[in-house]
């Protein structure tokens, strides 16, 4: 070999060792409809690398966002995260209660949603209301509130368990929102005379929903869209209650003392407007920023935008934990 060819090769192999120096990793904790191969994350990933190549995301999916969370406590400052995606709303409180999130430094200035959010420490970067989803082709008098939906034991429902599914969870924190806390006890047993079971997580209810198992089933208000986009069905609807609905607002954080530039990055991409685009439709749920993202995504949200909305932002940790405790006395009686 030459030694003008030696010199030539000894100058690749130094650049691309240096380019492999100055690769910054971002391990991602990541909630499982976020990781898996049909969530949005494996997409996120690649655009977010050709975006950044500098940048190398390193995903470990947990198979629920509760999970995630106690993993975080167990591992406290030791954790290996970077950044945390997947948490809800009713999560906030608990996440900043762990010390282990900074702030994260976003713009919000472009994100519009029902509700104003405020935390300095995590991003939002989805979100939807909690709704039952019913087949309008089988059920042609649906519940026009929250109250008719309890009381009418002519229909068969299912919902999750909150204490497994942020799902159940938001119907939890949207009974106890509406209902006086001496009525909320006699509320979940009237409910219970006709729900037809109470699953541990969203994907094995809304099954046995789709089996015909149930008139409604608890969900989000974009399940509809999934039908209509993916498998051009137009049988299925959102109930939308006179009351008001909540909000699953779905949110990304960076860990604090990391000093990961990549991290920064990463929140900051996934409020982008392309990165909005998948993962609104890859997850099935709303964009948070202004702007016109996606059709009929963007028309739901318009309409969520001028319902009415209850603001659970405020709802303490120690709040949710009584009103489980509450949940499971009462279906004890």
């Known amino acids: 070999m030459s030694k003008s060819k030696i010199f030539l090769f000894s100058t690749a192999l130094f650049l691309s060792g240096q380019a492999v120096a100055e690769l910054q990793s971002v391990n991602l904790y990541a909630e499982e409809y976020f990781a898996a191969q049909w969530g949005a994350g494996p997409e996120v990933k690649i655009n977010f690398e050709k975006a950044f190549p500098q ?48 702030p994260h430094g976003v713009s919000l200035n472009h994100v519009n949603m029902p509700v ?8 939002p970067y989805e979100f939807s209301k909690y709704a039952f989803i019913y087949d309008k082709t089988k059920l ?11 009381e009418r034991e002519d229909l068969k429902v299912i919902y999750q368990d909150p204490r497994t599914s942020s799902i159940g969870r938001g119907l939890l924190v949207w009974m106890n929102m509406l209902y006086p806390q001496d009525q909320i006890n006699q509320q979940w047993q009237t409910l219970q005379k ?21 008139d409604l089933v608890l969900s989000n208000n974009t399940s509809p869209l999934y039908h209509l986009l993916n498998e051009h069905n137009s049988n299925y609807a959102a109930t939308e209650f006179a009351e008001g609905e909540t909000l699953q607002i779905d949110m990304a954080g960076k860990i604090a003392g990391k000093n990961n530039a990549c991290a920064d990055h990463f929140l900051s991409f996934l409020l982008q407007p392309d990165s909005q685009k998948t993962i609104i439709t890859k997850g099935i749920m709303l964009p948070v920023v202004e702007g016109n993202i996606e059709p009929h995504y963007d028309a739901l949200k318009s309409a969520v935008m001028k319902s009415k909305t209850i603001d659970t932002l405020m709802i303490s940790d120690e709040q949710l934990k009584s009103w489980i405790t509450q949940w499971q006395s009462a279906l004890s009686k």
């Open 194 to 214: 006709h729900t037809v079971t109470v699953g541990k997580g969203w994907s094995e209810t809304y099954g046995s929903f789709l089996k015909g198992e149930a």
């Open 55 to 102: 940048c190398q995301i390193n995903m470990i999916p947990f198979d629920s966002r509760t999970t995630m969370l106690n993993r975080l406590r167990l591992e406290g400052k030791k954790t290996k995260a970077d950044v945390v995606i997947g948490m809800d709303n009713h999560q906030l409180e608990a996440a900043e209660k762990t010390g282990l999130f900074a």
């Open 140 to 150: 042609q008098n649906p519940p026009k509130s929250l109250k008719e939906l309890i």
């Open 116 to 123: 104003k959010w405020q935390s300095q420490y995590f991003v």
